[in-house]
């Protein structure tokens, strides 16, 4: 194995809606674009899925959704490489 570095650093925001910091946080990262994945009907049913979705647009952060996370997912689930 070749010599690497990995570096990491995460930060987790825990509170009442926190959901409402989404684009602070990613502008805060220099990021300019987001993959939104998540499960399955329950981020929908909820109305978290477009919340956060809407925070995003309204904070200029371009994003896309992919539901259907799954535990070990497969390749095939973003389409063909």
């Given at each position: 194995m070749k010599d690497f570095n990995y570096y990491a650093?995460?930060?987790?925001?825990?509170?009442?809606?926190s959901e409402e910091q989404v684009a602070r946080l990613v502008k805060?990262?220099?990021?300019?674009?987001v993959l939104v994945h998540y499960g399955?009907?329950?981020a929908v049913k909820?109305?978290?899925l477009?919340?956060?979705c809407t925070l995003?647009?309204?904070g200029g952060v371009e994003y896309v959704t992919l539901g259907g996370v799954v535990p070990n997912p497969r390749l095939s689930l973003v389409g063909p490489v």
């Open positions: 650093p995460t930060e987790v925001v825990f509170g009442e809606q805060k990262y220099g990021g300019t674009k399955g009907k329950s909820s109305g978290l477009d919340k956060i995003l647009r309204e």
